[in-house]
């Protein structure tokens, strides 16, 4: 399974980006998804998830500016970013909870990360 994102770039103060995340491979199920960040000097921190069997969690930073979503039949997940700011520059990583399948079983789940995306915002 590989977690594959895209969307990431340049952007100026105030605009907006929307990244995706796309899930290939021996895919059964995605479970819990999310978006963390690392910007430079500091910690990956959580952005945003959607928790299985839950409703969207966000960080504090980015509430009412980003909007996580997913889209099960293409095994997709989203983070549509608005009114960003140069605090928001860092890399960008995916992560999702996955069953995968083999051989006609359901393997136990478990966590998948993106290869990281650069989001750069301009003052």
């Known amino acids: 399974v590989q977690l594959v994102e895209s969307g990431g770039g340049l952007v100026q103060f105030g605009g907006s980006l929307t990244l995706s995340c796309a899930a290939s491979?021996?895919?059964?199920?995605?479970?819990?998804v999310g978006w963390f960040r690392q910007g430079p000097g500091s910690q990956r921190q959580l952005v945003a998830e959607?928790?299985?069997?839950?409703?969207?969690i966000y960080a504090d930073s980015v509430k009412g500016r980003f909007t996580i979503s997913r889209d099960n039949a293409k095994n997709t997940m989203y983070l549509q970013m608005s009114s960003l700011t140069p605090e928001d520059t860092a890399v960008y990583y995916c992560k999702a909870e996955i069953h995968r399948y083999h051989s006609m079983l359901v393997l136990p789940s478990e966590d998948y990360w993106g290869q990281g995306i650069q989001v750069t915002v301009s003052s």
């Open positions: 959607i928790p299985d069997g839950g409703g969207p």
């Open positions: 491979g021996t895919v059964f199920e995605m479970k819990s």
